[in-house]
């Protein structure tokens, strides 16, 4: 029974040492796998900083401009920036009794008004389109 013995306990010898072995690569393997899994997320922190510096500096230009353009209309108000328009001419005094004369009058007082208004939004914009 020795020889029986010796063989399974040489058996079970060889068997641990080759599944140490086979598990030494498999710890090998893994440990590669964790360090290119690593490494990957390591390039995508770069990657992802890298974007965040891009986005901080595009709005430190955008401010910038804006702030530059706030300056501007600072330093020259926006009523002498855009046209002036005139002063209207006074209106003729008109009698109460006519209807059409009141009507053109009131014509009159909303274009004015209007010219008035659209002159003021011509020189608030900083562009002065129409």
Excluded: Y
């Amino acid at each position: 029974m020795s020889l029986a013995l010796n063989c399974t306990l040489g058996g079970l010898a060889l068997l641990v040492l080759t599944s140490g072995a086979h598990g030494q690569d498999d710890l090998r393997d893994l440990r590669a796998a964790n360090a290119a899994q690593h490494k990957s997320d390591i390039d995508r922190q770069a990657a992802l900083a890298a974007q965040r510096e891009i986005v901080a500096r595009q709005d430190q230009l955008q401010t910038a401009l804006v702030l530059r353009e706030l300056g501007a209309a600072r330093a020259s108000p926006p009523a002498l920036a855009g046209p002036v328009m005139p002063l209207p001419a006074p209106l003729p005094a008109i009698e109460p009794d006519s209807l059409q004369q009141q009507i053109d009058r009131m014509e009159r007082l909303t274009q004015d008004a209007l010219a008035r208004s659209q002159a003021q939004v011509r020189g608030v914009r900083p562009d002065n389109r129409p």
